[in-house]
């Protein structure tokens, strides 16, 4: 990697969007800690006397400060804490930053005159994808582990996780034009940091890279700056199957009915199960979000045995509870925030639901979940006929897909313009071939009838002298 190419860079940190969210599948918490799903923040264990701290309780106390930090403090200060355990003084990094000495950002760019190179390293294992906005599944656009050091690529040395690099003028990732920003140039992308493989939430990475050259190419400036990430798929819900067996499932976002009004990633989902008055209580046994696709099937567990699957805290709002402040038996509402897997434009519901009679009402009654863990509404599940199943699809259109889809369509009334001019202009063709053809035969006519004018006159002529000479 070149080190020498390497460019610093400041990273614009919003405290809403930080790189650390316990809800995602890469960042749990440590030693104990639970992860709240609606303040995405660990709980350290021990209460009111953790033995831990850190965004993922992954500090021990005892050691922060502790012998040759002391005297020596190797990590950056307001980027990591220094705690020595026995084996000498070593960096906690705060979540953004990461290295040896915690010196090194986790989202930063190193701008050259013809490309970007962008570095990504998230916090903990990140297992998911980043990529270049729009150009996922492109593999010029996605990025790669970064390799090992060496002179003669354009990666610093540094760095660790994974990057992309791209040309300004990429033939695969779009061609970026430069903007004018006085005597010098801005070249700028959106990267998205998608923690999952198969859905995109709001609690994904968004950011926008900016190089500033002079005129000369030679960069001058540089950041990356966190966008929202909500802005990357807005969703067109419509609400299909109302009605299924005893229990009915209603829909809402923002007090309205889900239909076809937009609802952005991330905005809240409410789920209300109801039975009609012919049963006491009833309880969700289980509960998944999938692609709605035979092939290449994608799933997502959001209760399993009655309790909140921990897979689903990404896209939790407010674990399973019953209606009228947990006292209505006959409701249970369900928070979630609206997400769509990638692949295809809907996200399919599947709940497996158990009603019961007065005589049985015992049955519904909530489940004890784990400690830590969002609860459900219910027990285990029990074989019983009063089980059924309640399904809903919601269809999903990427605004960003609509919009290429209306260029399509000015593309294609284009041509259909163009369609029109040509069909009018062939039609005047054939019209002005007629009259060039009738001109011709009118020509023609006259000229004939000339020439038989001069003949007749001719014939006369010669009879007229025939009979003088007679």
């Known amino acids: 990697m070149d080190t020498l190419r390497h460019l610093g860079i ?51 106390i005892i050691d922060k400060g502790a012998s040759s930090c002391v005297t020596t403090d190797p990590c950056k200060a307001g980027q990591g804490a220094c705690y020595d355990d026995g084996s ?10 990461y290295g040896s000495a915690c010196d090194e950002q986790r989202f930063t760019v190193s ?16 297992s998911g994808v980043a990529y270049i906005e729009g150009k996922r599944g492109t593999a010029a656009c996605e990025s790669s582990p970064v390799p ?32 004018p920003n006085g005597v010098n140039i801005e070249y700028t992308r959106d990267v998205v940091i998608q923690y999952s493989q198969d859905y995109i939430i709001n609690i994904d990475d968004r950011y926008t890279v900016k190089c500033v050259l002079d005129g000369s190419g030679v960069p001058v400036s540089y950041n990356i700056v966190p966008v929202n990430t909500a802005d990357l798929s807005p969703l067109n819900t419509i609400t299909r199957q109302d009605f299924l067996g005893p229990v009915f499932l209603a829909i809402t976002s923002g007090g309205q009915a889900v239909s076809t009004t937009p609802i952005d990633v991330g905005a809240e989902l409410v789920f209300t199960f109801a039975i009609s008055p012919d049963y006491e209580s009833m309880l969700i046994i289980s509960g998944e979000a999938n692609n ?16 909140m699957d921990d897979d689903a805290f990404p896209v939790i709002v407010e674990e399973a509870s019953r209606g009228s402040g947990g006292t209505d038996k006959r409701e249970i509402n369900l928070k979630l925030r609206a997400f769509h897997f990638d692949g295809n434009t809907d996200v399919g519901f599947k709940f497996l639901v158990k009603v019961c009679l007065t005589a049985n009402a015992a049955d519904c009654d909530p489940a004890n979940c784990p400690p830590g863990s969002a609860n459900g509404f219910g027990r285990r599940r029990r074989a019983a006929p009063s089980e059924t199943i309640v399904e809903r ?62 003949v007749h006159i001719d014939d006369n002529h010669t009879m007229s002298s025939a009979v003088k000479r007679f």
């Open 393 to 454: 699809i919601i269809s999903i259109q990427d605004p960003r897909s609509i919009t290429k889809l209306d260029e399509k369509d000015v593309v294609y009334s284009e041509c259909q313009m163009s369609g029109k001019i040509s069909a009018a202009m062939i039609a005047m063709a054939v019209a002005l071939s007629i009259l060039i053809l009738l001109c011709i035969a009118l020509i023609a006519r006259a000229v004939t009838s000339r020439i038989h004018r001069n």
């Open 111 to 126: 701008c050259l005159a013809d490309r970007m190179v962008i570095g990504l390293n998230p916090y903990g294992t990140f």
């Open 148 to 179: 090992s050091a060496s002179s003669s690529d354009n990666v610093p040395d540094t760095w660790e996780g994974r990057y992309i690099e791209v040309e300004h003028t990429s033939p695969d990732c779009g061609t970026i034009t430069a903007t």
């Open 10 to 60: 400041v990273l614009m940190v919003i405290q809403c969007q930080a790189t650390f969210d316990c809800r995602r599948p890469s960042q749990d918490c440590k030693n104990g800690g639970t992860c709240s799903y609606v303040a995405s923040a660990c709980t350290c264990a021990g209460g009111a006397s953790p033995t831990h701290e850190g965004d993922d309780c992954g500090l021990l």
């Open 88 to 97: 000498g003084g070593m960096c906690y990094c705060f979540s953004d930053y």
């Open 292 to 307: 709605t696709m035979t092939v290449g099937t994608k799933t997502l567990n959001l209760i399993t045995g009655s309790c």
